[in-house]
């Protein structure tokens, strides 16, 4: 509303501070993780790498995949191109949707097959699917959370009420999110193959 | 619309109302509990009529007393000393101050408020639902908060209450403190630098810089507990656990892992509290002194200096929860060494009133008791924050005392002096100076003779958190005192009523006040 008379940056440094913010609330989530694992010596180890860590390899790509797509969304807007920004932020949306999705039949396939649940697990040490959901499921609502906001973005550049700091910004908040799988994917999964 | 107003004035008096609504709760709470304390064998029919469950024929039950002082605690930390000093004052004022049309993103601030509303209403609903409000205090440590309705009435769905309002409530205050951060960061007027701003902004800045990583901790560790509570996790909760004769299935946790993400947001949330009142005691004292403020540097960069060691000294809280000595050894000279920022304002406090022209007005007796009550709080914090002394003060009368002069009273009379001094331009009207003064001296003389005493019972070492002391020989030697006490709570109570009466007949009535009618030389007054 009052944007025009606000200099430049505003929404930029308020995204940065929310996602310095965020960071200490994933931090503090691999913290518990961390002291919980020291905690119970006999943490379990139950992916393989064929299926297992193959499915979480290909979902990773897809989310580093909406990212790219997700810079030439912002590279569009700034040549004032909003056709093609709001083509690359449907691409971008249609990656983290695809995530979504994959991470889903992941979860179903754990809690129905491999009976993985937040609760109990075959090995008698219920905080592993505690902490496998706890920190995969708070990443999920991220993304989940960024969907909506991409849509949103995505409508107001069509319309032509959003300006080239409203799409960076969100980018910003795309790249975090991504960033923290980078985190969440060697910590969560790649530490639990099987030895 | 007023009532969903983005405007940062209305914005800033309804937190102030919202903590007005609940300072007298928390008041009245506390009266009861006072009550209990000497009369623990009187049935009373206000208790049953309120709370039917909790005392039947108006015996008050020793969950109904825990429940009363989670309540207590809950809404005076959270929504008084966390709204007002900052939420409150600091998005009336702090716009005015830097020269900026008002908050970063409006729309935000509304939002941050009507979310710590819905925060205050889901805790103020854990009166009504079955089993009544949580037993767990405000720190509500696992395993008892972690486990539901067995270990406790209070411990079921008026535990997740609890927890869905603190989550909420740091949500609230993450909105806000990003907003406080980039009004500061990009909205000064022009050519007004950081070391330019009055110390008021730098209380606010420093606050919003603890509270937008404070309350990221706090909120996942909220999560996780209602995650233990509702999906059967066990982030908190060990194994092998009895609870009233029932073996309990969870195992794993760590009770301790709870402590340390709590406290990490717990110690520098007493800095949100005292901070802002740090920056406008400033201000006062040296407006009604005519001077400028001793030292402005080193009072900004002592704020900036309370606001980071707050983060490194977290495990004071913990000495006795089974902590490695060496932890203890460290945390405790980090602790001891938040002293020396605090000895730099106060004697800078004093620096400022020497050979000043002082004008003894309501808000300079109020910025003055600030000064005695922080000395006072603030010397019991040294002798807390040593090991040795703490193991036997810990969770004693002596705490009670110690947290309630520094971090509740001192940041009370914080916002007794802001309100008086800011009253001219929240309300064209001054409050009435006389009623003022006259509130100041029987306040300060009935917190003094409320809370000195306590820290003599925490010598004979009278425990915290007991609903009723005659089962115990060696406390009956304090008897006496807490009657005294009690009293003292009744006084201080009453005393308040010549407050509220002040406030609501001076924003009418009160004496028409001119522009800046007390010489000061910051920018809010420059307005109209």
């Given at each position: 509303m009052s944007a025009h008379r606000n200099p430049p940056g505003l929404k930029t440094l308020g995204m940065w501070l929310f996602v310095l913010s965020d960071m200490l609330t994933f931090s503090t989530l691999l913290v518990v993780y961390s002291a919980l694992r020291f905690a119970n010596p006999a943490w379990p180890r139950p992916f393989s790498l064929n299926p297992g860590i193959l499915f979480a390899t290909i979902m990773t790509i897809v989310l580093l995949a909406s990212s790219l797509t997700m810079v030439w969304a912002v590279d569009a807007i700034k040549r004032d191109q909003r056709k093609r920004t709001v083509q690359w932020l449907g691409a971008t949306i249609l990656g983290g949707a695809a995530f979504i999705a994959l991470h889903l039949m992941e979860w179903c396939h754990l809690l129905t097959v491999e009976n993985i649940t937040p609760a109990s697990n075959p090995w008698n040490v219920p905080l592993f699917g505690a902490v496998f959901f706890g920190v995969t499921g708070l990443h999920m609502a991220h993304v989940a959370a960024g969907l909506v906001y991409l849509s949103v973005l995505a409508a107001g550049v069509s319309r032509g009420t959003f300006c080239v700091e409203d799409v960076e910004t969100g980018g910003l908040y795309w790249h975090f999110v991504d960033v923290v799988w980078m985190f969440v994917f060697p910590l969560v999964y790649l530490m639990a193959v099987k030895p | 619309m007023t009532v969903f107003s983005t405007c940062h004035k209305v914005i800033g008096k309804q937190y102030i109302a919202l903590s007005l609504f609940s300072v007298f709760i928390g008041i009245f709470l506390s009266l009861v509990m006072r009550y209990h304390l000497v009369h623990p064998d009187t049935k009373v029919k206000l208790f049953q009529l309120l709370w039917p469950d909790g005392a039947p024929g108006g015996q008050m039950t020793p969950e109904l007393y825990l429940s009363l002082m989670t309540m207590h605690g809950t809404i005076m930390v959270f929504f008084v000393l966390t709204t007002t000093p900052q939420s409150g004052f600091g998005n009336y004022f702090l716009p005015l101050q830097i020269g900026a049309p008002d908050m970063a993103f409006p729309v935000l601030n509304m939002l941050s408020f009507w979310t710590t509303a819905l925060s205050l209403l889901t805790l103020l609903a854990a009166f009504f639902v079955e089993g009544g409000a949580p037993l767990s205090g405000w720190t509500a440590y696992p395993p008892l908060s972690g486990l539901g309705k067995i270990t406790g009435p209070g411990q079921g769905l008026g535990q997740d209450l609890w927890i869905l309002s603190i989550a909420l409530f740091c949500v609230a205050s993450l909105m806000a403190a990003i907003n406080f951060i980039v009004t500061i960061i990009e909205l000064r007027a022009p050519g007004m630098g950081y070391f330019d701003m009055p110390l008021t902004c730098w209380g606010w800045f420093v606050t919003a810089l603890i509270s937008l990583f404070a309350f990221a901790v706090l909120l996942p560790g909220g999560v996780l507990l209602l995650l233990d509570r509702l999906a059967g996790t066990s982030f908190f909760i060990p194994g092998g656990l009895i609870v009233n004769d029932q073996v309990q299935t969870r195992s794993g946790g760590s009770p301790l892992l709870f402590q340390h993400l709590f406290w990490f947001f717990g110690h520098p949330e007493v800095y949100i509290a005292i901070l802002p009142g740090m920056g406008l005691i400033s201000t006062v004292l040296s407006v009604f002194s005519g001077k400028r403020v001793f030292g402005y540097k080193a009072m900004a960069i002592a704020m900036l200096a309370i606001g980071g060691l707050g983060f490194v000294v977290w495990g004071h809280h913990m000495f006795?929860?089974?902590?490695s000595p060496y932890s203890s050894i460290a945390f405790s000279v980090l602790t001891l060494a938040v002293g020396v920022p605090s000895a730099v304002k106060t004697f800078n406090w004093l620096a400022t009133l020497w050979g000043g022209r002082l004008r003894f007005t309501a808000a300079m007796h109020y910025a003055l008791g600030f000064v005695s009550l922080f000395i006072t709080g603030g010397i019991t914090g040294l002798v807390l924050g040593q090991p040795g002394l703490d193991v036997y003060f810990h969770d004693t009368y002596f705490v009670v005392a110690h947290f309630h002069l520094i971090m509740g009273v001192a940041a009370v009379f914080a916002i007794f002096a802001g309100l008086h001094y800011w009253f001219p331009i929240m309300y064209g009207r001054f409050l009435n100076e006389q009623l003022g003064k006259l509130h100041f001296f029987l306040t300060f003389a009935g917190v003094y003779a409320l809370f000195v005493p306590l820290h003599f019972a925490g010598f004979v070492?009278?425990?915290?958190?007991?609903?009723?002391?005659?089962?115990y020989e060696f406390l009956k030697s304090v008897m006496p005192l807490h009657i005294g006490v009690t009293h003292a709570a009744y006084f201080l109570a009453a005393v308040q009523l010549l407050f509220l009466f002040n406030y609501l007949w001076s924003k009418r009535r009160g004496a028409l006040a001119p522009a800046n009618p007390w010489g000061a030389a910051t920018r809010e007054w420059r307005n109209d």
């Open positions: - | 006795i929860s089974g902590m070492g009278n425990p915290r958190r007991y609903p009723d002391f005659k089962e």
